[in-house]
């Protein structure tokens, strides 16, 4: 099992910005992809990037690209989303997610086998 801790959500104004991280434990983290997907109320889970086991290629949803960028650090075991020009819409709970294919990176969810519980990002307009 591979688990996975989100943290660095909170409450930022519209145009702001926020770092999530993902420290992840229990299995060889730079043998997998690893993604970031958001849900708000009411509305299914959705893809936001995702980055191959190297670092090396990296997908972004329409919605984000230019705005957020998804980073790893194999020695530290962590995976980062850095959200700038935060919108309203941009809220909802963030979750990190481990695919054992190391690439390409996925967009689907179930191409992913491991999940963090969540970190809430709230923009304010």
């Known amino acids: 099992q591979m688990q996975l801790v989100e943290s660095g959500g909170g409450l930022v104004q519209a145009g702001g910005s926020l770092r999530l991280s993902c420290a992840a434990s229990g299995r060889t983290f730079s043998n997998y992809a690893m993604g970031w997907f958001r849900q708000s109320p009411g509305k299914e889970r959705e893809f936001v990037a995702a980055i191959s086991y190297s670092g090396r290629t990296r997908d972004y949803a329409d919605s984000v690209k230019g705005r957020f960028t998804i980073s790893r650090d194999n020695a530290k075991n962590t995976v980062y989303l850095q959200m700038n020009s935060l919108k309203p819409e941009d809220t909802g709970v963030y979750y990190c997610?481990?695919?054992?294919?190391?690439?390409?990176?996925?967009?689907?969810?179930?191409?992913?086998?491991?999940w963090g519980q969540g970190t809430q990002v709230t923009v304010s307009s």
């Open positions: 997610a481990a695919d054992s294919t190391p690439w390409p990176e996925g967009r689907r969810l179930n191409d992913y086998d491991y």
